[in-house]
């Protein structure tokens, strides 16, 4: 049980376009979400927090404006990366914590995006 | 200051062999958990241990145990009997008392060689 998707595991677009990466919790109802990011070699640094029909909670640095996070329901959250650029290129890793549940965070299998 | 410090950004180990990854972290916090990650190259974020800041005894599960000491506010994670397939990144990683998010250290690269 507690299995986290992404998709897609993979994208490469252009740079000035838009790209969505889902995240669902396949087995059971997530209350929060977390959006991760990692560069290459480099750990995972917290982007945001988001949180079922309410607004995402930001990390310092990370602009709301340009990684749009939607929680529409208990199951799924969608970061979409507006007009992206090269330097978005990077490794993003959604997690989820069972509702009800302890904290325990369970991982999505990330999404690689590189932006040409 | 950083809350989670692994001071290894490397580590080599011989098969069959046991290793240690260190994790120091720093909190004030009474409540606090510690969590031991393992990442290979897919990238994929794989679960392997969990110590709580109330738990009496050293956490282990299978080949992983968790060697916690509080007083050096120290969460070293043990692999016995190393695997080709240990080879990954290693992350430690804290949750304090009253927040949902995770702190991850730097993390340590373990490298298996037959």
């Known amino acids: 049980g507690a299995v986290v998707s992404q998709h897609p595991s993979r994208v490469i677009c252009k740079s000035g376009t838009s790209v969505k990466i889902e995240c669902r919790s396949l087995d059971f109802q997530a209350t929060t979400m977390f959006w991760y990011r990692q560069f290459p070699k480099k750990s995972l640094m917290l982007m945001a927090t988001?949180?079922?029909?309410?607004?995402?909670?930001?990390e310092q640095g990370v602009e709301k404006d340009k990684f749009l996070i939607n929680h529409a329901s208990l199951t799924l959250s969608t970061l979409t990366v507006t007009s992206a650029h090269p330097e978005d290129s990077s490794f993003y890793i959604c997690?989820?914590?069972?509702?009800?549940?302890?904290?325990?965070?369970?991982f999505g299998p990330g999404t690689r995006l590189t932006v040409t | 200051a950083q809350k989670i410090t692994q001071t290894q950004p490397g580590m080599f180990v011989q098969e069959k062999e046991a290793v240690t990854l260190d994790c120091t972290y720093d909190?004030?916090?009474?409540?606090?958990?510690l969590f031991w990650y393992k990442q290979p190259s897919s990238g994929e974020m794989i679960f392997l241990i969990y110590?709580?800041?109330?738990?009496?005894q050293n956490a282990t599960e299978g080949r992983y145990s968790l060697n916690f000491q509080k007083a050096r506010k120290s969460a070293n994670l043990v692999i016995s009997a190393s695997q080709l397939g240990d080879s990954a990144m290693y992350f430690c990683?804290?949750?304090?008392?009253?927040?949902?998010?995770?702190?991850f250290g730097k993390g340590t690269m373990l490298l298996v060689s037959p």
């Open positions: 988001s949180n079922e029909g309410s607004k995402a909670t930001y």
């Open positions: 997690s989820a914590i069972l509702a009800g549940g302890s904290y325990e965070q369970y």
């Open positions: 909190t004030s916090d009474q409540s606090y958990g």
């Open positions: 110590q709580g800041s109330y738990d009496e």
């Open positions: 990683a804290m949750r304090e008392a009253g927040y949902s998010t995770l702190t």
